[in-house]
């Protein structure tokens, strides 16, 4: 195909190719270079009457305002959230899991955690034990008792286990009911058990039914900065009197406590993990039982890696698009950014560049047959030149030459003029040719 042909077919044989070229790209840079992250996510808590489902409750009515769906699991506790998410494929995609299970507790193992980052502890947990009677004062004093800790996966039980072996008490000395919340209460009342033992926020409903139930006592432990030293997940705290209600508790009453995490998949969108964040900025602002209000979420006691998107939004909230749009909209607005804007400008300035380049050459094989044309001209104005029949004739060949390629080339209105003028030309380089043969 000639220069001349795609030129006067530019829009359909250059821009159009182009434009098809640009949407194929930019479709597949949109689909496997930057995908849009699904608007779906699945979020790991604990039994029904716990602190934990109660703020996945308020997470799913923040992500829905963000346009996200948030489908809610119920667990036995912390150990099978953690496994859920670095299952394969992965059964969740954020998770509440209580302090012990991370890098500060020696059962945590570095090569489960890989997979798994922090996006902030959202809360304070505490060891809460009850009992019917007389408060406990010691965790030794549980030998032989039936005590209600939860079921297996829940982090009740796996942290009572760990404080047992410590105070070097066998949890087989100790037997051990799946009952938690509310329906440990109700045993405990029934005296189907002897105590409680718990892994909960302030807030959850089972510790308020257990701290307001007539005949059940809260332990005041001894020793608890000693536990709290061998542990680097624990802290020593005191829970003031009233702090929770009145008479909730009834004393001034030494506590142990645990930070809670919110826990996300490594491999999860980006653009999740920071709407993730900003959902618990929302729903954990408020003042607890041991923090004011605006010190939670925070990574003070992170005990996962922590996810770089977590500490950005953190610090400085979201941004940009995200921070105003819907979530579906912002993320087809950054792709249209980042992705189509380059492409089409690249696009617009190749539509000016290619048809200019071949204009360029038609242009360039006319100032060629001009400069031929030259040659001639020289030629004939030559007074060493002997003009001849033969020379003559080569000159009048070389003539038909330049009007055949004249004649071959169909050119676009807005260059013929210069060809009809290269003909002229032609025709008055002939002329001279003429006046020779006739001297």
Do not use: C
């Amino acid at each position: 195909m000639t220069s001349a042909s795609l030129y006067r077919h530019r829009w359909i044989l250059i821009r159009l190719p182009l434009a098809l070229v640009a949407v194929a790209l930019g479709v597949m840079a949109w689909w496997w270079l930057y995908p849009m992250p699904p608007a779906r996510l699945t979020i790991s808590t604990g039994q029904a009457d716990g602190a934990y489902q109660r703020h996945a409750a308020r997470y799913a009515e923040a992500f829905s305002r963000r346009g996200i769906e948030l489908t809610v699991l119920e667990s036995p506790g912390s150990a099978d959230n953690l496994k859920r998410l670095q299952s394969s494929p992965p059964l969740a995609d954020l998770a509440f899991v209580q302090g012990g299970f991370g890098w500060s507790s020696s059962s945590g193992d570095p090569k489960d955690m890989a997979a798994v980052q922090t996006l902030a502890s959202v809360d304070i947990e505490v060891l809460w034990l009850f009992s019917r009677d007389a408060p406990l004062t010691s965790l030794m004093q549980l030998t032989g008792l039936r005590v209600a800790a939860g079921p297996e996966g829940s982090g009740h039980r796996a942290m009572l286990r760990r404080l047992l072996e410590q105070v070097r008490v066998s949890p087989e000395t100790v037997s051990l009911s799946d009952l938690s919340g509310l329906a440990a209460r109700d045993a405990l009342q029934k005296q189907t058990v002897d105590a409680v033992f718990m892994v909960a926020a302030p807030s959850a409903p089972g510790v308020a039914a257990l701290l307001t139930a007539p005949g059940v006592q809260l332990a005041t432990l001894q020793r608890t900065v000693a536990i709290a030293e061998r542990n680097n997940y624990l802290e020593n705290r005191l829970l003031p009197q009233d702090a929770l209600g009145t008479h909730q508790p009834p004393t001034d009453t030494p506590a142990l406590t645990t930070p809670t995490h919110l826990l996300v998949r490594q491999d999860l969108d980006p653009a999740l993990k920071r709407m993730a964040t900003a959902v618990a900025l929302e729903v954990h602002r408020e003042a607890g039982a041991f923090h004011r209000a605006g010190e939670y979420p925070a990574l003070r006691f992170s005990d996962f890696p922590t996810a770089p998107e977590a500490r950005m939004v953190l610090a400085r909230g979201l941004s940009g698009l995200e921070a105003v749009l819907p979530f579906w909209w912002a993320q087809v607005l950054q792709r249209l950014l980042v992705i189509g804007l380059p492409l089409a400008l690249v696009t617009a300035l190749l539509f000016r560049l290619v048809p200019a380049w071949v204009r360029w050459r038609l242009e360039s094989r006319v100032s060629r047959w001009y400069g031929e044309l030259k040659f001639i001209e020289n030629d004939l104005a030559s007074s060493t030149l002997n003009v001849g029949g033969i020379e003559l004739s080569r000159i009048n060949a070389r003539l038909r030459h330049i009007e055949d390629a004249i004649a071959s080339v169909k050119l676009p209105p807005e260059l013929a003029q210069r060809w009809y003028i290269l003909r002229q030309h032609v025709d008055f380089v002939r002329g001279h040719i003429r006046g020779y043969r006739g001297r």
